[in-house]
């Protein structure tokens, strides 16, 4: 059974540095999996920030950014804005199967 | 650029057929380069892959709800169709079409999303 885990919430002041996580079980994340990062808030669809770990959409601010970090992905956001509060999930492929993560509730504060 | 708008009733009855259509504005579901998929997200809670087909008819599906869906393409109309059958409540959800690039293996656009209620 496929889980994709990442943390339910975080808190982070503004201008500080927060990473969020995506771990796969069984089994380490790596490029092969081609995260994906979306940012949803209230009432919006979801909005791509990252493909494939690291590479960013032209929209994507410059204070995101993706990686693995010890086998898992990661998202990264520095210099935090209060505009970043919002619900991130992360997205991983599975050989002709993609599952989205359980999502973190990123808290501005 | 392109824009992706979902239709379809906004209540199903249990045991129904659910049937949406996403229209593909300012682009073509004709593009080898992309697949078109749809996704989901019940009221409170994650999103959820249901699954994507080519502009050819080949398909993948979410395996735990391969059994229920079928994904289907009208080049012609420029659309692309969700069918998920014998639904329940647990099918009750904010559905959303969305291009995913094969080449670069991202997702985007996204339509605004469409509510679906299953009740009777």
């Known amino acids: 059974q496929t889980v994709v885990t990442q943390e339910p919430s975080l808190t982070v002041s503004p201008g500080g540095t927060v990473t969020l996580t995506c771990a796969s079980t069984p089994g380490a994340v790596t490029s092969g999996f081609y995260p994906n990062w979306f940012q949803q808030k209230p009432g919006q669809a979801p909005r791509a920030l990252i493909y494939?770990?690291?590479n960013t959409h032209s929209w994507t601010p410059a204070r995101f950014s993706g990686s693995l970090l010890g086998g898992k992905a990661a998202l990264t956001l520095s210099g935090v804005q209060p505009e970043d509060e919002a619900d991130y999930y992360c997205l991983l492929y599975y050989g002709g199967a993609w599952v989205f993560g359980g999502g973190t509730k990123l808290t501005v504060l | 650029q392109v824009q992706l708008q979902e239709s379809g009733p906004g209540l199903v009855k249990p045991s129904e057929t659910l049937s949406l259509t996403c229209t593909v504005s300012r682009g073509s579901v004709s593009s080898g380069s992309y697949h078109w998929s749809w996704i989901r997200q019940p009221p409170g809670k994650g999103l959820e892959w249901i699954g994507y087909i080519y502009y050819s008819g080949s398909t993948n599906y979410n395996p735990s709800l391969k059994s229920r869906v079928t994904l289907s393409v009208d080049t012609s109309k420029n659309q692309f169709s969700l069918k998920v059958n014998s639904v329940t409540a647990a099918d009750t959800a904010v559905y959303y079409c969305a291009r995913y690039s094969s080449s670069f293996n991202w997702f985007d656009p996204w339509g605004q999303g469409t509510l679906v209620i299953v009740s009777s």
């Open positions: 494939s770990t690291s």
